[in-house]
């Protein structure tokens, strides 16, 4: 019993130490989406009050009502983002300073780094996502090909490790293609639906025609040694895939 309340108590504080970080990170990401700089962070212009002295009492009036509507116009721009702007703004500078600062830094840190992450791998991403797409696109031709000729063979069969490995290949090789013509080949972009039309289809023979000549010549094999064992029941018939092969079984086997 006590050993299972120790282990309750630990799940308990390391969940407690995530769901803290989590929130720390998500707040410190927001305070640093609000403010550009620390100057905006630490002005007054959240608290700022503006006094307006006038003779009539109609201009004074006049003027309130304008800033209200001014006032509900920018908040409906401005919408969530403005309304905690605002908010932070209304806090003590002691606040400011000590709390949303170190906040603001961390998650200017954090908005940084995730930009230049982003900046370096969006081409790479790119990358990855048209090879992805092309591999779908060589494997779903290349099942419908295999299966227009042999439509009773199982997909397991289809996609087993020897075409997905021809597939893998293919489609790397017009994604590499795809990034490297235009470093040599100027009018590459006026050729490039055709050239990667003609590298798709030479992909996809490549992977199935032998898929087709190895399918047919299993299918070869199998139906001579059905052939055998129907002429020949006394004996044993068997194959190894380059042959088919008869043993005659001895009369003591029976």
Excluded at 100 to 124: D, E, K, Q, R
Excluded at 129 to 142: D, E, I, T, Y
Excluded at 143 to 159: G, N, W, Y
């Amino acid at each position: 019993m006590a050993e299972q309340e120790n282990k309750r108590s630990s799940g308990a504080k390391k969940t407690a130490a995530v769901s803290a970080v989590a929130l720390l990170t998500a707040a410190s990401v927001a305070t640093g989406s609000l403010f550009d700089s620390p100057a905006a962070l630490l002005s007054d212009e959240g608290t700022a009050v503006v006094c307006t002295v006038n003779d009539g009492v109609d201009d004074v009036e006049d003027d309130a009502g304008a800033e209200a509507s001014e006032d509900e116009e920018a908040r409906r721009r401005g919408g969530v983002r403005a309304a905690l702007r605002e908010r932070i703004l209304r806090l003590p500078l002691a606040v400011r300073l000590l709390v949303v600062l170190p906040l603001w830094a961390l998650g200017s840190a954090i908005l940084a780094a995730a930009g230049a992450a982003w900046t370096l791998l969006s081409p790479v991403m790119g990358k990855l996502a048209g090879f992805a797409l092309m591999l779908a696109l060589l494997a779903g031709a290349f099942l419908t090909a295999v299966k227009a000729a042999f439509p009773d063979l199982p997909l397991r069969k289809i996609l087993n490790r020897r075409s997905l490995l021809a597939l893998l290949l293919g489609a790397a090789a017009l994604t590499a293609a795809d990034a490297a013509l235009p470093l040599f080949w100027d009018d590459y972009a006026q050729w490039k639906d055709l050239v990667l039309s003609a590298g798709f289809f030479a992909a996809l023979c490549c992977a199935a025609v032998p898929f087709a000549l190895r399918e047919q010549k299993r299918r070869l094999t199998a139906a001579r040694a059905a052939e055998e064992r129907a002429k020949h029941p006394d004996k044993l018939v068997f194959t190894d895939g380059v042959g088919t092969y008869t043993v005659r079984v001895p009369d003591g086997g029976k």
